[in-house]
Nanobody, 128 residues
């Protein structure tokens, strides 16, 4: 099991930037996926970006070219740099980890049931 703690959310105007940080502890091994998901009121939780243990990254179409996911293995920290934010990016953003390898092996990178460990979330609000 891994403990995840997000920070960095806030309120910005359209076109602004934020960087989310997820401090992780207790994870090791290979074939894992770590990612950022978000959930807006009345909507299902959706995948935003994931990074695999081998460094590959994947992004939802809605954020490609605007968001960048990265990790600092030495610090056990996951980041999400969000630029050119839009009002539709407003949501609670969660950091999540799948250490079982299922998301990695089955290439189901945004399949939330595979992610057993979640942070408490950090709110991102973008005003027009």
């Amino acid at each position: 099991q891994v403990q995840l703690v997000e920070s960095g959310g806030g309120s910005v105007q359209s076109g602004g930037s934020l960087r989310l940080t997820c401090a992780a502890s207790g994870y090791t091994g290979s074939n894992y996926c770590m990612g950022w998901f978000r959930q807006a009121p009345g909507k299902e939780r959706e995948g935003v970006a994931v990074i695999l243990s081998d460094g590959r990254t994947y992004y939802a179409d809605s954020v490609k070219g605007r968001f960048t996911i990265s990790q600092d293995n030495a610090k056990n920290t996951l980041y999400l740099q969000m630029n050119s934010l839009k009002p539709e990016d407003t949501a609670m953003h969660y950091c999540a980890a799948d250490l079982s390898g299922r998301a990695y092996l089955w290439r189901a990178y945004y399949y939330t049931p595979y992610y057993n460990d979640w942070g408490q979330g950090t709110q991102v609000t973008v005003s027009s």
